[in-house]
């Protein structure tokens, strides 16, 4: 076992990264093992099957909406203008407020 007390915040890092990469590697290969056995079975009552290794990661990055409405009450309280009007939002609107009034 190692003695992790005595080791620096580098070597902890270094040790952390290859404990990753071990276990991705671990995965991987576990992985390949189930799927050939998988298709070793179907091939067995004559079925086929087609693993879609890529169906599991998505490629389109997802960022975040920058708000563009606050609430002037509660700074907490803001709004992208995307989807349905919150209830403070719509408190104000309904009151008669513009939505102008609180573009940020």
């Known amino acids: 076992m190692i003695d992790l007390n005595s080791k620096s915040p580098e070597e902890l890092a270094a040790i952390i990264a290859e404990a990753q990469a071990q276990l991705v590697a671990k995965q991987t290969s576990k992985r390949k093992e189930v799927i050939a056995q998988i298709k070793e079975l179907a091939a067995s009552i004559g079925a086929t099957v087609t693993i879609n290794d890529e169906a599991k990661t998505s490629t389109r990055s997802k960022s975040a909406v920058i708000a563009k ?10 709004w992208t203008g ?3 009007v919150p209830k403070w939002m719509k408190a104000y609107l309904d009151s008669g407020r513009s939505k ?3 573009l940020i």
């Open 82 to 84: 995307r989807g349905l």
């Open 69 to 78: 409405y606050r609430d002037p009450e509660n700074p907490k309280n803001a």
């Open 100 to 102: 102008e009034e609180f």
